[in-house]
Nanobody, 116 residues
Framework: QVQLVESGGGLVQPGGSLRLSCAAS????????MGWYRQAPGKQRELVAT???????TYADSVKGRFTISRDNAKNTVYLQMNSLKPEDTAVYYC??????????WGQGTQVTVSS
Protein backbone atom coordinates (compact mmCIF):
# COMPACT_ATOMS: atom_id res chain seq x y z
CA GLN A 1 0.00 0.00 0.00
CA VAL A 2 1.82 3.14 1.19
CA GLN A 3 5.55 3.39 0.56
CA LEU A 4 7.95 5.96 2.02
CA VAL A 5 10.83 6.89 -0.27
CA GLU A 6 13.81 8.65 1.29
CA SER A 7 16.32 10.85 -0.49
CA GLY A 8 18.93 13.51 0.20
CA GLY A 9 21.65 11.53 1.92
CA GLY A 10 25.27 11.53 0.91
CA LEU A 11 28.79 12.54 1.86
CA VAL A 12 29.33 15.94 3.45
CA GLN A 13 32.20 17.64 5.27
CA PRO A 14 31.95 18.56 8.95
CA GLY A 15 30.05 21.81 9.35
CA GLY A 16 28.06 21.20 6.19
CA SER A 17 24.34 20.75 5.68
CA LEU A 18 21.98 18.21 4.17
CA ARG A 19 18.22 18.03 3.81
CA LEU A 20 16.62 14.60 3.94
CA SER A 21 13.24 14.04 2.32
CA CYS A 22 10.70 11.29 2.94
CA ALA A 23 7.89 11.18 0.41
CA ALA A 24 4.80 9.01 0.79
CA SER A 25 3.44 7.31 -2.31
CA UNK A 26 -0.01 8.56 -1.40
CA UNK A 27 -1.64 10.69 1.27
CA UNK A 28 -1.86 9.02 4.68
CA UNK A 29 -5.03 9.75 6.62
CA UNK A 30 -4.98 10.24 10.39
CA UNK A 31 -1.27 10.74 11.03
CA UNK A 32 -0.43 10.96 14.71
CA UNK A 33 3.30 11.55 14.58
CA MET A 34 6.15 11.63 12.08
CA GLY A 35 9.75 11.02 12.98
CA TRP A 36 13.32 10.46 11.95
CA TYR A 37 15.55 7.76 13.39
CA ARG A 38 19.17 6.92 12.75
CA GLN A 39 21.39 3.91 13.24
CA ALA A 40 25.18 4.06 13.26
CA PRO A 41 27.29 0.94 12.71
CA GLY A 42 27.24 -1.26 15.80
CA LYS A 43 24.72 0.99 17.56
CA GLN A 44 21.02 0.75 18.33
CA ARG A 45 18.50 2.73 16.35
CA GLU A 46 18.09 6.19 17.88
CA LEU A 47 15.16 8.57 17.75
CA VAL A 48 16.36 11.87 16.28
CA ALA A 49 13.26 14.04 15.90
CA THR A 50 9.47 13.88 15.98
CA UNK A 51 6.68 16.06 14.63
CA UNK A 52 3.07 15.60 15.72
CA UNK A 53 0.02 16.38 13.63
CA UNK A 54 -0.54 19.46 15.80
CA UNK A 55 2.94 20.79 15.04
CA UNK A 56 4.81 19.93 18.23
CA UNK A 57 8.42 18.85 17.82
CA THR A 58 10.98 16.98 19.88
CA TYR A 59 14.69 16.47 19.29
CA ALA A 60 17.41 14.31 20.69
CA ASP A 61 19.81 16.34 22.81
CA SER A 62 22.64 15.50 20.44
CA VAL A 63 20.96 17.29 17.51
CA LYS A 64 18.98 20.04 19.24
CA GLY A 65 19.71 23.42 17.70
CA ARG A 66 21.21 21.87 14.57
CA PHE A 67 18.41 19.75 13.06
CA THR A 68 14.86 20.77 12.13
CA ILE A 69 11.98 18.46 11.26
CA SER A 70 9.20 19.81 9.05
CA ARG A 71 6.49 18.69 6.64
CA ASP A 72 4.79 19.71 3.42
CA ASN A 73 1.31 18.24 3.45
CA ALA A 74 0.67 19.15 -0.18
CA LYS A 75 3.64 17.00 -1.21
CA ASN A 76 3.04 14.19 1.32
CA THR A 77 6.60 14.75 2.47
CA VAL A 78 8.47 15.09 5.74
CA TYR A 79 11.93 16.68 5.88
CA LEU A 80 14.92 16.71 8.15
CA GLN A 81 17.16 19.76 7.72
CA MET A 82 20.59 19.00 9.15
CA ASN A 83 23.03 21.85 9.75
CA SER A 84 26.46 22.04 11.36
CA LEU A 85 26.95 18.35 10.74
CA LYS A 86 29.45 16.42 12.82
CA PRO A 87 31.19 13.09 12.21
CA GLU A 88 29.06 11.67 15.03
CA ASP A 89 25.99 12.24 12.84
CA THR A 90 27.16 9.55 10.43
CA ALA A 91 24.43 6.91 10.24
CA VAL A 92 21.65 5.46 8.17
CA TYR A 93 18.61 7.69 8.63
CA TYR A 94 15.07 6.28 8.55
CA CYS A 95 11.78 8.15 8.40
CA UNK A 96 8.66 6.90 10.15
CA UNK A 97 5.01 7.86 9.85
CA UNK A 98 2.60 6.63 12.50
CA UNK A 99 -1.15 6.83 11.87
CA UNK A 100 -3.54 6.76 14.79
CA UNK A 101 -4.65 3.25 15.75
CA UNK A 102 -2.85 1.21 13.09
CA UNK A 103 0.60 0.07 12.01
CA UNK A 104 3.04 2.69 10.85
CA UNK A 105 5.32 2.99 7.85
CA TRP A 106 9.09 3.08 7.48
CA GLY A 107 11.36 4.44 4.79
CA GLN A 108 14.11 2.32 3.26
CA GLY A 109 16.89 4.33 4.91
CA THR A 110 19.40 6.77 3.46
CA GLN A 111 23.11 6.95 4.30
CA VAL A 112 24.56 10.15 5.73
CA THR A 113 28.34 10.28 6.03
CA VAL A 114 30.08 13.26 7.62
CA SER A 115 33.81 13.17 6.98
CA SER A 116 36.67 15.38 5.92
Amino acid sequence: QVQLVESGGGLVQPGGSLRLSCAASRRIIGISVMGWYRQAPGKQRELVATLTSSGSTTYADSVKGRFTISRDNAKNTVYLQMNSLKPEDTAVYYCNVQPTGRNGYWGQGTQVTVSS
